[in-house]
């Protein structure tokens, strides 16, 4: 079966076409999962359920473009945001972020502003005050499935960015070429694909922009007008120069595309070359996101084994995922901080070349520390104080022994791939954990079936 | 003593239904189990780093006290040769500082005089900054030493865990990393899950046959050692609660180095853990105002903590392959102020403990004499020291770390 697969996978024709199932490649409850993990941090049992009813094209468009009201959410949220971002710490405002995740009826949006906060990897530890970083977050959600032009267009004319890169005064006598550099090879094209003389135009762009009292202002005085090289023409360039001339390389869209293959399709191979060319070019002509995502969210390659449980899921979507799951909400302060202990902690990345995520994810004391996360999630017991009404939902679908129980919890949280000695296991941990549910509090036990379904190595991968 | 694959697998997974499961646990399975039960300190070295936050007056730490110059400018907050732990030269340890003074007696601690670098900045962010990026002024610098020579384990070595930071404060700058994470923990025992453990284990070791998915058998892989490791935190825990086992006092930085201890010993497989002291931010070193009692109480937790980890780790040899140095972001001015304080200074002692160390006291005591604006001037840069623990202790390439080659301090390590 694999040998069919590999000889497919640099043909950019089949890969990047929609799957249709079929041909042995039927659409079921595990490529249901997957896309729900991939789109929307995880999926509940309705969820899947309607995903294997409609199939995966409907389902897609249901995620890109859900019908009911999103607008009306996302304002409140942002709401909240901006409120908890007054205070003088980041931990209100990355709560209700969380909360958000949990709540949204649009979780791709949140993977996906997720996607750029690590893209553009800017901290709020470098920023006088949270709201600036709320801010920037808040555009890279408006803009997070709109135009790639615009996002960066924004992004850069942000007091946010010269702040965390360390670039408040671009004198002219003293260009900030290391900030220049940063842009280029992280944001805007990508190492290997600009010279020196590209990093002193760019550095030279950006002169004449300080920030003051947290807002971004131009000097005119200070903008130097000699003339530059930058990508094989000479001028006197502005920041919107730079960005236009940018956009036209074919580096610049192959960047985002590179990333986002990591991003949504695996974290264990390289994008393929040839698969990579033909999509950035596409994205080239309009740089629509909504399209590009939805592009790769349809594609036969998203629905192979090259994609399948290729990623490592980060503490968040171990978390939220897991939450998202049962329809349940936890409280989301002590999330933030179990979740900083865990490597991700939201509005301050490592670097600004974001979360190296994959296997950095998981070492000894993180795989613990998410079976002990699960375990509190799940729990009656601990800050989270048992939420989350696990025996409630298997009832409500039906299931009433315990075998049936962890049958149905293994479905719904690992889509039923699972060894099958780790099963039958699983159902004998669960006729004792009901044994002792029934002794001391109905769902403790029950819990614990879903907790130690979330510290299976398979529940790691997303 | 050996350890047996049967063994093994009772240790690391618990109780007896395993063994129901040991015909379907694949070879590479019990190898890495084996490995991860392996002997201790057989990753390597370790190093300890200890943040004083706040910059420790030096000069009340490691007291000159047959200098004029000391008795002239602090006339409150001078230390008289009596009270003093008398080492050589005319030098003697703060008096708080007994257990300090039995580490250097029995060649367990050795003085690095006089460590600084140059244009140093007095502003307690800037200078935590530069001793944590190890590149001073570059304020764009995304990572810290500590978090570059875990990269480097990480990607060179392949090592899964290389750093740690146990504390309670938001792990330092210095621990920043790249391409490794570098977890954050309270103590060695929020990671122990009773009753939990051990299904999960028991569920993670059935073969995965057939799923040929590398990123899983990886994962499975380190689940196993996870648990493993859980379960070894858990024996030397109840190990270390028997009559018998060494007292720590109760101070919190003694309860971080014995956290520290257990995952040492539990063979979590670090090779560098941070610690501090102090309280993070403007830290409690920071002694602008009666400073005699803040500071006695300091480094009376400094010592006895450091002693007592010492101590602790020596009695089953693992002593030999730990090692503990102490920074702090600046030391402090020679003349009290007005309000029985001092301010920032520049150059500083750093302290390393552990079982190999050469010569007790390294370089000599900067003059009180010839100052820079009131505070004694450097000779050794810091980034020597950073170098030489690397290079000497650590077995990591130090130029990929620093940036460039410093030259290596003398008579660190025997």
Known sequence: VNDGWNQKLDDAAWAWAPYEPGAGHDWDLRLAGHLYRRTAFGGTWDELQAALKDGPQSTVEKLVRPKGETNAFNTAYDEYEREAAKSSSANNAVAWWLRRMIE????????????????????????????????????????????????????????????SLEARANRKARPNSEFARILLEQFLLGPGHFSESDVQATAQAFTGWFVSQDELRYAAREHDTGLRQLLGREGDFEVKDVLHMVLQQPAASQLVVRRLYRWLISETSAAPEALITPLAADFAKDYDLARLVETVLRSNLFFSPAAYRQKIKSPIEFSVGLVRSFGASVGTLPLSLDLAALGQNL?????????????????????????????????????????MDIQGIAQKHGAETPQATSDFLCDLLLQGDLPRPARQSLAATAAGAKAMAEAISPSTGVGQVAALLAAMPEYQLA | MRTTRRDFLKRSLGATP???????????????????????????????????????????????????????????????????????AGLGFHSEMGAFHRLYESGHLSVIQGVGYPNSNRDHEGAMRDWHSAR???????????????????????????????????????????????????SSRPWVLDGFAEPVARLAAVARAGANNSLLEFVQKETLAAYACNQRIQEVLKAGSRPGAKEYPQLPLARTLRSIAELIRAGLGARIYFAELGGGEIGGFDTHAGQAANHGALLRELSDSVA???????????????????????????????????????????????????????????????????APKFHTDFRRVYATVLEQWLGFDSKRILGKNYELVDGLFG
């Open chain 1, 104 to 163: 949204t009826p649009h979780p791709l949006l949140e993977q996906m502003t997720l996607f750029w906060h690590n893209y553009f990897g800017l901290t709020n530890e470098r920023l006088s005050h949270p709201a600036m970083l709320c801010r920037h977050l808040h555009r890279l959600r408006h803009q997070a499935l709109g135009k790639f032009d615009a996002l960066l267009e924004g992004v850069l004319n942000e007091p946010a960015l010269f702040v």
């Open chain 2, 136 to 186: 001073p002024g570059e304020s764009a610098r995304q990572t810290g030493w500590v978090g570059r020579a875990v990269d480097q384990a990480f990607t060179v070595d392949g090592l899964g865990l290389p750093g740690v930071f146990v504390g309670q404060i938001k792990p330092p700058f210095s621990v920043r990393s790249e391409t490794a994470l570098v977890p954050s923990v309270a």
């Open chain 2, 308 to 374: 007592a980890f010492v101590e602790d780790l020596g009695r089953d040899g693992l002593l030999n392959s730990v090692l503990v140095m102490t920074f702090s972001e600046f030391g402090r001015g020679l003349s009290e102020n007005g309000r029985r304080g001092t301010g920032h200074g520049s150059a500083a002692p750093m302290f390393i403990a552990g079982g190999k160390l050469q010569r007790r006291l390294v370089g000599a005591h900067p003059s009180l004499t010839d100052l820079e604006d009131d």
């Open chain 2, 18 to 88: 395993l063994l129901a499961f040991t015909s379907v646990v694949p070879g590479f399975l019990s190898r890495t189990a084996m490995a991860a039960a392996g002997r201790l300190g057989e990753e390597g070295p370790v190093l300890v780093v200890v943040q004083l936050s706040g910059g420790n007056d030096g000069l009340n730490t490691v007291v000159p006290f047959e200098d004029d110059a000391y008795h002239r400018n602090r006339p409150t907050l001078r230390l008289r040769a009596e009270q003093l732990h008398k080492l050589e």
């Open chain 1, 347 to 387: 509005y301050e990345p490592p670097t600004v070349k974001g979360w190296a995520g994959h296997r950095s994810w998981l070492n000894r004391l993180t795989i613990l520390g998410r079976a002990s996360l699960a375990h509190s999630l799940v729990s009656n017991q601990g800050g989270y104080g048992g939420k």
